[in-house]
């Protein structure tokens, strides 16, 4: 007798699992539906989402290639820059320098002018001399060069004139006296040559 009940309940337990499980057909067809509606929906538009896509890609690629291009311009332009500087820094490495020895080279020019009435006197303006010869030497070894002035033409950038004459025997325009000499270093001038320009 209990086995016979305990069959019993076995098979209510069974019969309503199986209730529970089975569904109906509408309810089993309905994902299915679903999908394929899914599917027709996505296979509507995909070229043109495709195509939206390959354009934003491309979009993209343009803007880094820009990027790329823009840095890369940049990156040329600052290695010549620093070319050039490191250059013109070699070039007129002794510029501060030479600058600095002009004053000392004008007042050798104006004690040589002295003129020598003794031995002793002489002898002073020799060795002044040698020594004025080896600074003159020393600057040109560094490229330094004086301006011509006298009976040149008026260069503004090259010339300060500081006076204005009268001079037949000289042209418009033309320098007739320099007060102070000017110097280049290499094809740079340090100095203008303070000048008179005839009118």
């Known amino acids: 007798m209990t086995n016979e009940k305990n069959n019993t309940m076995n098979e209510e337990v069974v019969e309503q699992v199986n209730e529970n499980v089975e569904l109906t057909e509408e309810e089993v067809a309905e994902p299915v539906f679903a999908e394929a509606e899914n599917a027709e929906q996505a296979d509507a538009n995909p070229l043109e989402e495709q195509l939206q896509e390959i354009q934003m ?21 600052f290695r010549r820059r620093t070319r050039l500087d490191q250059e013109a820094s070699e070039k007129y490495r002794a510029q501060k320098l030479i600058t600095d020895l002009l004053p000392a080279l004008d007042n050798f020019e104006r004690a040589m002018k002295v003129e020598a009435d003794n031995d002793q006197t002489k002898s002073l303006l020799q060795g002044m001399e040698m020594v004025y010869r080896s600074l003159v030497d020393a600057l040109n070894k560094e490229g330094v060069e004086p301006i011509e002035a006298v009976g040149k033409e008026f260069d503004p950038h090259q010339h300060q004139a500081v006076m204005q004459g009268e001079d037949e025997n000289y042209g418009s325009n033309i320098v007739t006296e320099e007060y102070q000499k000017g110097y280049l270093l290499k094809d740079r001038v340090i100095r203008p040559s303070m000048v008179k320009v005839n009118q």
């Open 57 to 77: 890609l491309q979009e993209k690629l343009d803007a880094a290639d820009n990027r790329y291009l823009r840095l890369q311009a940049d990156f040329d332009n």
